[in-house]
């Protein structure tokens, strides 16, 4: 029986006009896509009909589907002759475990091709107003995952800009740390809320008013952006509505149950 192929495809930020094209390509030519949780469900339109669809329901503090049986599934349908379409958010590289998985590919010597996505960290910040680099504001951004702590974050400190990805259940545990070790109370930051798509929020305030908050509740998908460049949002912001004060945020220490 001839092998089929795996695609790591990056679905992009939210937006599902973001797809590229080779995107468009390869789902339409896919058999099976296996699909996380925070990629358009627009971006099925792309896709030929009958299609099986399997959800792998990546989320924060869930995971549907482990990673060992995302690899087995997909060596497994490839093995099979089919066309197999690994559809993430974002780019699959860029904390989408997408090197995982080629790896396990490679390992099973099975035909695979990655499809980069334009990146949530770029996106987003990009549609909230913010350039991450900019020549009056900043030389140096580091991406990095919020999700474990604060390790990653305060590791990146010499970046003009951090992006944090995955931030939202240590968000003020990574303002307190990056405070403590050296980063300026008055330092701009920006938190973006659904980036890209089209319930877009964004709050805007300093680091310190944000390490001063109690308690704080975030949807996914949130992206925080720290640096100088953030204070340009009210100044460059052109989708969705303005930005706002980071304080409206807080929520009473009363509500904690």
């Known amino acids: 029986m001839h092998e089929g192929k795996v695609y790591l495809i990056g679905a992009g930020p939210g937006d599902p006009k973001l797809l590229t094209l080779r995107a468009v390509e390869a789902l339409a030519e896919s058999d099976v896509i ?32 482990p990673q ?88 990146a400190q010499g970046a003009d800009t951090l992006v944090i990805f995955m931030g939202g259940s240590t968000i003020l545990q990574i303002a307190r740390e990056l405070m403590a070790s050296g980063r300026a109370p008055s330092t701009p930051l920006a938190l973006i809320l659904s ?5 877009q929020a964004v709050y805007t305030g300093t680091l310190v008013e944000l390490a001063r908050m109690e308690r704080i509740e975030l949807p996914t998908p949130v992206l925080a952006v720290v640096g100088d460049v953030t204070a340009l949002a009210d100044k460059l912001h052109w989708f969705g509505p303005p930005p706002k004060p980071l304080r409206l945020l807080a929520m009473p220490a009363t509500a904690v149950s």
Not at 42 to 50: I, K, S
Not at 195 to 199: P, V
Request: hydrophobic residues 45%; proline residues 2%; glycine residues 12%.
């Open 34 to 65: 296996l699909m996380d949780h925070l990629v358009s469900r627009e971006v099925l339109a792309h896709a030929r009909q009958g299609v099986e669809l399997i959800d792998c329901g990546k989320r924060a503090g869930h995971h549907c589907m």
């Open 195 to 199: 980036g890209t798509r089209s319930n």
């Open 68 to 155: 060992e049986e995302i690899h087995r599934l997909l060596i497994e349908r490839a093995r099979r002759g089919q066309i197999v379409a690994r559809l993430k958010g974002g780019d699959p590289f860029i904390f989408g475990r997408g090197g995982e998985e080629a790896e396990a590919l490679v390992e099973a010597a099975i035909e695979w091709e990655v499809i980069p996505g334009i990146s949530s960290g770029i996106a987003a910040a990009a549609y909230a107003g913010i350039p991450l680099l900019h020549r009056a504001h900043a030389s140096s951004v580091a991406f990095v995952t919020g999700h474990a702590g604060h390790e990653h974050a305060v590791g």
